[in-house]
């Protein structure tokens, strides 16, 4: 996942795990809360291996396929873009 530059109207500041923004696929907009095990934070402009946590697992499941492109929002701003290594098995 790559966050955006704030020259391209990404966020202004770093994020941290915990960071909760909105995570967009499949025209749609999820709750979401992303954790990064190698940084403490996440800057823009920088690109991180992320996890993902979703509060409605059993919602979106059938949208996450490896491969597919995804947003992370604010509100409707995008900050952030990235593409689905793995999802890992959902028992």
Known sequence: MRFRKTEEA??????????RPQFHIANQDWCSQISC???????PGHSYSVKIAFLSEDLIWDNLQEGSQ???REGGKVVA???????????
């Open 81 to 91: 873009e990235g593409e689905i290594v793995r999802v890992p098995d959902c028992d």
């Open 37 to 43: 095990p190698n940084h403490e934070r996440m800057h």
């Open 70 to 72: 995804f947003l992370l």
């Open 10 to 19: 990404g966020r202004s500041g770093f994020a941290s795990t915990g960071y």
